[in-house]
């Protein structure tokens, strides 16, 4: 269900730096206690987070939703890699910590796994670092599969288990 308020669309480039600002502070606030200092500072500057995020864009194959409330405006993000191989990677999801709770981050990934399933894509996968357990209930309530761990392509030493979809027509569906 998505918050009364709130609509799931696609984003533009004019939401780049909200997106940024909102990972940054959830990287900052849900990693700190979880990542070493030197590794959690290289995601804590909004300008090269808007940056990078203007390249992954740029050279395609990124589904980039937004969750723009009425009030508050883009209040959270799904960003997913739809070509990544052997099945779309989500990258990133994030809502801003006053509005978790209110269906946002389900109503993102909900409508991420209609597009997909929109260009013919069936499963989905993800990456939850260890110790954000709130993160891993978040998706087990969605129904993934913990199909397993492995290490963290963009950091040594960080682990993140493996969440995924084998069938995204399971998450389209509200449970009833």
């Known amino acids: 269900m998505t918050p009364r308020n709130t609509r799931i669309r696609a984003a533009t480039r004019a939401d780049f730096r909200r997106v940024a600002e909102i990972k940054v502070a959830n990287w900052n606030d849900t990693y700190a206690a979880l990542l070493e200092p030197a590794v959690l500072s290289r995601f804590l500057d909004v300008d090269q987070q808007e940056a990078h995020l203007a390249e992954q864009v740029a050279d395609g194959g990124i589904l980039l939703l937004v969750a723009d409330d009425a009030v508050a405006g883009v209040v959270g993000f799904a960003l ?4 990544a191989r052997p099945e779309p990677w989500l990258e990133s999801l994030h809502v801003v910590r006053a509005c978790r709770g209110t269906g946002a981050g389900t109503a993102l990934m909900r409508a991420t796994a209609a597009e997909l399933l929109a ?3 069936h499963t989905l996968a993800l990456g939850v670092i260890e ?19 492995e290490p963290a392509t963009w950091a040594a030493g960080v682990w993140h288990e493996i969440f995924r979809w084998p069938d995204l027509r399971t998450l389209t569906i509200p449970p009833g």
């Open 80 to 83: 997913t890699h739809v070509d």
């Open 131 to 149: 110790g954000n357990d709130a993160a891993a209930e978040f998706y087990d309530r969605l129904g993934a599969t913990r199909a397993g761990r």
């Open 119 to 121: 260009r013919g894509r």
